[in-house]
């Protein structure tokens, strides 16, 4: 068999964990967490005001000029004025509109949007009736006066955009913390695993050891892959039936195509340090001491996202960490979020797959020279000087 071959071999025995409850339990878990928190963001999201006419020919003219100002209106036809008032007291209206003259009936303050739109219907009628008594055509003033706006072009969107992309961040930042802090203890288990029960003894009769690890990163990543899939799936298909995030399709797509990106970038490099330093110890309960600078790292990105990216994601150390390969994973999709120039984000995936590369050839060193030797702890220098 060629090379290729048995990475595969080895990548697909470690699909088997496909099957196990744990997999299964934990991707179910994270789909209805972030399919759920969309859905409560609709429902809480606000309900339509709802006003009450006696006269249906009017309410058309009011959820008209509501529904212009963005307003949120649900109109309902009442039998009577005192009827009307009576939903009012109970609850059932928010408010009951009335014509000639125009007045609005509630049961405590006002809606302050609601006011402001009859407010302006009531100008606009003002206008049309001295208009009629001048001479002039009401109709053909109003449209000459609604085309003279002026065009707003805004850099950064609606303040309840930014606050969307804020949000729509912070929980990106916490799905890819977890899922690479998941995938690489993962990585990190089944080589120690593989260890102390001399099964990587067998493995390495047939395969040579860094093909062992590369099939197993490859096999492991596969299944984050699937799983951090699966949870963007789910939260898509929750963005597309409620439409609770107020942003623009191209910015949610490109915001899914570059987390999974940056989950495989960063499953990749977190992956082969994980690999590299538990092949150095034979027992599961030493995999927390010479993981902890790889989790102190993940860690110091996760805690950047929630305090220098919000704060000043275009800033001069924000943008200087979001190409240091070991943060870039967390950072830079962060910022992609705030609008982060292209090539910035190209540059960084770039740097990112350098050290990938010096990785693949440095934990595959320290892999070999360390998988079977059993007992004590070796360390980075013995496992860089074996075999010179």
């Known amino acids: 068999m060629n090379s290729l071959t048995e990475v595969r071999l080895i990548a697909v025995r470690e699909l088997d964990r496909l099957r196990s409850k744990m997999f299964v339990i934990s991707t179910a878990v994270m789909m209805v967490l972030v399919a759920g928190l969309l859905i409560g963001l609709k429902l809480l999201g606000g309900s339509a005001t709802k006003i009450g006419f006696v006269e249906e020919g009017f309410a058309g003219q009011v959820t008209a000029v509501a529904t212009a100002m963005k307003l949120d209106v649900e109109k309902q036809t009442v039998p009577s004025q005192k009827e009307g008032e009576r939903l009012v007291l109970e609850g059932e209206l928010d408010a009951l509109v009335l014509d000639g003259p125009l007045r609005m009936v509630v049961k405590g303050e006002p809606d302050e949007q609601l006011e402001a739109a009859l407010s302006a219907l009531g100008q606009q009628s003002a206008l049309n009736a001295e208009?009629?008594?001048?001479?002039?055509?009401?109709?053909?003033?109003?449209?000459?006066?609604?085309?003279?706006?002026?065009?707003?072009?805004?850099?950064?969107?609606?303040?309840?955009?930014?606050?969307?992309?804020?949000?729509?961040?912070?929980?990106?930042?916490?799905?890819?913390?977890?899922?690479?802090?998941?995938?690489?203890?993962?990585?990190?288990?089944?080589?120690?695993?593989?260890?102390?029960?001399?099964?990587?003894?067998?493995?390495?009769?047939?395969?040579?050891?860094?093909?062992?690890?590369?099939?197993?990163?490859?096999?492991?990543?596969?299944?984050?892959?699937?799983?951090?899939?699966?949870?963007?799936?789910?939260?898509?298909?929750?963005?597309?039936?409620?439409?609770?995030?107020?942003?623009?399709?191209?910015?949610?797509?490109?915001?899914?195509?570059?987390?999974?990106?940056?989950?495989?970038?960063g499953y990749t490099l977190y992956a082969l340090l994980y690999a590299a330093v538990a092949a150095t110890v034979s027992r599961q309960e030493d995999i927390g001491g010479v993981s902890a600078p790889i989790q102190i790292l993940l860690m110091g990105g996760y805690f950047l996202c929630f305090t220098l990216v919000p704060a000043d994601p275009d800033g001069t150390l924000v943008r200087i960490l979001s190409f240091v390969p070991v943060?870039?994973?967390?950072?830079?999709?962060?910022?992609?979020?705030?609008?982060?120039?292209?090539?910035?984000?190209?540059?960084?995936?770039?740097?990112?797959?350098?050290?990938?590369?010096?990785?693949?050839?440095?934990?595959?060193?320290?892999?070999?020279?360390?998988?079977?030797?059993?007992?004590?702890?070796?360390?980075?220098?013995?496992?860089?000087?074996?075999?010179?």
Do not use: C
Request: hydrophobic share 55%.
């Open 131 to 265: 208009l009629v008594k001048a001479g002039a055509d009401p109709a053909q003033v109003n449209q000459a006066v609604a085309g003279a706006s002026v065009e707003v072009v805004s850099l950064e969107g609606s303040d309840e955009q930014r606050e969307t992309r804020l949000g729509l961040a912070m929980a990106l930042a916490v799905l890819l913390f977890i899922m690479l802090q998941t995938s690489g203890i993962l990585v990190a288990q089944g080589v120690v695993e593989e260890k102390s029960s001399r099964v990587v003894e067998l493995l390495l009769s047939s395969v040579r050891p860094w093909q062992l690890m590369a099939g197993k990163v490859l096999g492991l990543g596969l299944l984050g892959f699937l799983q951090m899939g699966l949870v963007v799936a789910a939260g898509v298909g929750a963005q597309l039936a409620t439409g609770a995030l107020d942003l623009p399709g191209g910015d949610l797509t490109g915001t899914v195509v570059w987390s999974l990106v940056w989950f495989v970038a």
């Open 327 to 388: 943060f870039a994973p967390l950072l830079m999709p962060i910022r992609a979020v705030y609008g982060a120039p292209l090539w910035e984000q190209l540059a960084s995936i770039g740097v990112t797959l350098v050290v990938i590369a010096a990785l693949v050839w440095l934990a595959g060193r320290i892999y070999a020279n360390s998988v079977l030797r059993t007992g004590g702890r070796v360390s980075l220098k013995e496992a860089m000087r074996a075999g010179d």
